[in-house]
């Protein structure tokens, strides 16, 4: 018997698949566009000289970063019902998710703004721009190209992160991988299948990332 | 005379034990051109960025027109923003932004501060960039410019907010020497345009040249002040004699 039924592999591709465009992307792409929003709030707090805005910025950051997301997803979908907080498998995910590229982004997005140099901030200053106006004519669109390398990085942890969601119900990539294998008693082959499907993902996300670099360093000296 | 457009009385700061400036003042007239010069650390570079409140000192007042700041009474970012909005500032090392094309920049404050059309504040954009020599530039992004033409470009961005006085922070310093002599020309004949300038230079040749006013700093204090025929030429001082002993003569 060889360790990879080929007729599986062909009959488990639409299954596994349609969970990967039904589960793992769309929770990708939510959770890191609603993450990279909470990010950029989150780095501008922590950038606060105001120590009652920073504090609860830096707090955030400290405890997702230091717990593991498998604990934050089991707290939120199992835990907070005990205080009366039900939420649905889906929402549970996005909010884990979410909170958890919050936090990481939001520390590559600090460091980006802090690498715009300060003439950039004089110079905005001296044509009459307020702090709001130079954020977001001036630093925050130098500090994208510089975040790019490390948001990049997140996005593709993200991706494969989303396979922890099963543990509050959710159906994706692996799940569905799970199901199958249970049923077939074939593990390799599944398991081997659903590993190609996250590669080629992230295969695709790290193309797109240097597309994204160098369009983005088109206009500033090499 | 009239009242002078500018004024600065009694500027003190320091930062930790160094203490800058230790009570500097400083009147511009309207049209005229004004040369700060001296030895680095002498706090020419942070009298020009008080006067727009990139520095605060920690007394002493500052008044462009009628807007006045009184540097003591810790001024809120509105205040120092009104302060700001009298001036323009063209930088040492350019600070033009580099995500936009050299037409943007120009346009950035009319535009993003100002709140002016698009259309207008393009069409005078253009206008200041022939006036600098630039016209054909106007598509061109910062980092396909030399060094002299990205400065040409920080004195349209400067200009294009109509500001009543235009502040230069050693604008030549960081050229390379063949680059100088395009930047002084534009700035030679704004002069005669009769624009306000504030300048922190080294180039005593533009000083004797353009200046109305030269005011020697050192220390921290205003050592000497006149016309240039009579700081740069004839200084009373032994320190002002010093100095320009020393840029004649570096060896």
Same mark, same amino acid.
Request: aromatic share 6%; hydrophobic share 50%; charged share 20%.
């Given at each position: 018997m060889s360790a990879i039924d080929w007729d599986l592999v062909r009959s488990s591709l639409w299954p596994l698949g349609r969970e990967l465009l039904r589960g793992t992307l769309p929770l990708t792409?939510?959770?890191?566009?609603?993450?990279?929003?909470?990010?950029?709030?989150?780095?501008l707090m922590r950038l606060s000289g105001n120590r009652l805005v920073s504090a609860p910025a830096r707090f955030y950051v400290s405890v997702i970063r230091g717990t593991p997301l498998l604990l934050q997803l089991f707290i939120i979908f199992f835990g907070l019902p005990s205080f009366g907080i039900t939420i649905d498998p889906w929402p549970s995910a996005i909010i884990g998710l979410t909170l958890n590229v919050g936090a990481?982004?939001?520390?590559?997005?600090?460091?980006?703004?802090?690498?715009?140099?300060r003439g950039q901030w004089?110079?905005?200053?001296?044509?009459?721009?307020?702090?709001?106006?130079?954020?977001?004519?001036?630093v925050l669109p130098q500090a994208a190209r510089i975040a790019v390398p490390s948001l990049s990085?997140?996005?593709?942890?993200?991706?494969?992160?989303?396979?922890?969601?099963?543990?509050?119900?959710?159906?994706?990539?692996?799940?569905?991988?799970?199901?199958?294998?249970?049923?077939t008693f074939e593990y390799f082959t599944l398991y081997g299948v659903?590993?190609?499907?996250?590669?080629?993902?992230?295969?695709?996300?790290?193309?797109?990332?240097?597309?994204?670099?160098?369009?983005?360093?088109?206009?500033?000296a090499a | 005379m009239s009242a002078p457009l500018l004024e600065a009385r009694g500027l003190v700061k320091s930062f930790g034990d160094n203490h800058v400036l230790r009570g500097i003042d400083v009147t511009v007239q309207s049209g005229s051109v004004t040369c700060l010069i001296g030895p680095s650390g002498s706090g020419k570079t942070t009298v020009l960025r008080s006067l727009n409140g990139l520095e605060m000192p920690e007394s002493g007042t500052v008044r462009i027109g009628d807007v006045q700041l009184d540097c003591a009474n810790r001024p809120d970012t509105r205040a120092i923003a009104r302060l700001r909005d009298q001036s323009g500032m063209v930088f040492q090392a350019h600070n033009l932004f580099p995500h936009m094309t050299v037409l943007d920049n120009v346009t950035s404050g009319p535009v993003f501060a100002q709140g002016r059309?698009?259309?207008?504040?393009?069409?005078?954009?253009?206008?200041?960039?022939?006036?600098?020599?630039?016209?054909?530039?106007?598509?061109?992004?910062?980092?396909?410019?030399?060094?002299g033409q990205q400065q040409r470009v920080g004195i349209a961005r400067a200009l294009a907010t109509r500001p009543q006085v235009v502040l230069f922070d050693e604008p030549t310093s960081a050229l390379d020497p063949e680059l100088v002599g395009e930047v002084l020309q534009v700035m030679?004949?704004?002069?005669? @345009?009769?624009?306000?300038?504030?300048? +922190?230079?080294? *180039?005593? $040749?533009? #000083? =004797?040249?353009?200046?109305?006013?030269?005011?020697?700093?050192?220390?921290?204090?205003?050592? @000497?002040?006149?016309?240039?025929?009579? +700081?740069?030429? *004839?200084? $009373?001082? #032994? =320190?002002?004699?010093?100095?320009l002993q020393r840029l004649l003569d570096p060896l």
């Open positions: 792409a939510v959770s890191f566009v609603l993450g990279l929003a909470l990010a950029v709030l989150v780095a990481y982004a939001s520390e590559a997005v600090r460091g980006a703004i802090l690498a715009v140099p004089e110079a905005a200053m001296t044509v009459g721009m307020g702090r709001a106006t130079t954020l977001r004519r001036v990085n997140t996005l593709i942890s993200l991706v494969k992160d989303t396979s922890l969601v099963s543990v509050v119900l959710v159906t994706e990539l692996l799940r569905q991988a799970q199901v199958i294998a249970g049923q659903a590993a190609v499907y996250y590669w080629v993902v992230c295969l695709v996300l790290s193309f797109g990332q240097t597309r994204l670099e160098t369009r983005l360093s088109r206009h500033v | 059309p698009r259309a207008e504040a393009r069409e005078e954009a253009r206008a200041l960039l022939s006036r600098v020599g630039l016209a054909d530039k106007a598509d061109a992004f910062p980092v396909q410019l030399s060094g030679q004949s704004l002069a005669a @345009e009769g624009w306000t300038m504030v300048v +922190v230079t080294h *180039e005593m $040749r533009f #000083a =004797r040249q353009v200046a109305d006013q030269v005011l020697f700093l050192d220390g921290g204090v205003v050592v @000497e002040q006149g016309p240039p025929s009579e +700081v740069l030429v *004839e200084p $009373r001082e #032994a =320190r002002t004699r010093q100095f």
